[in-house]
């Protein structure tokens, strides 16, 4: 079985405990080195898009999100983006 990366929110014992990521061609700001990976977290995962397409992928299925379109991953679903 393969190991998949916990992704820990590092922002968690902050004042705003949620992690913003603005994603333009593949590259995420600020930087996500998990971004790209399977991985899993604890923290439930909202994806929107504003502009063009995004591949979300699961273990068990795969949908492409398109401009208006978003999504919510559930808390240690393993996914990349």
């Known amino acids: 079985m393969p190991n998949y990366i916990n992704s820990v929110n590092l922002r968690e014992n902050s004042d705003f405990p949620y992690l913003v990521l ?6 995420p700001t600020p930087r996500n080195p998990g971004f790209h990976v399977f991985h ?4 439930l995962q909202l994806l ?3 502009v063009g397409r ?3 992928q699961t ?6 999100l398109t401009t208006g379109q978003g999504c919510l ?3 240690e679903v393993i996914h990349r983006i």
């Not at 603005?22 to 590259?27: C, I, L, N, Q, Y």
């Open 40 to 43: 899993w977290h604890h923290d």
């Open 59 to 64: 273990l068990a299925e795969t949908v492409t």
């Open 48 to 50: 929107y898009v504003l």
């Open 22 to 27: 603005d994603v333009v061609d593949r590259h």
């Open 54 to 56: 995004v591949r979300v």
């Open 73 to 75: 991953i559930k808390p």
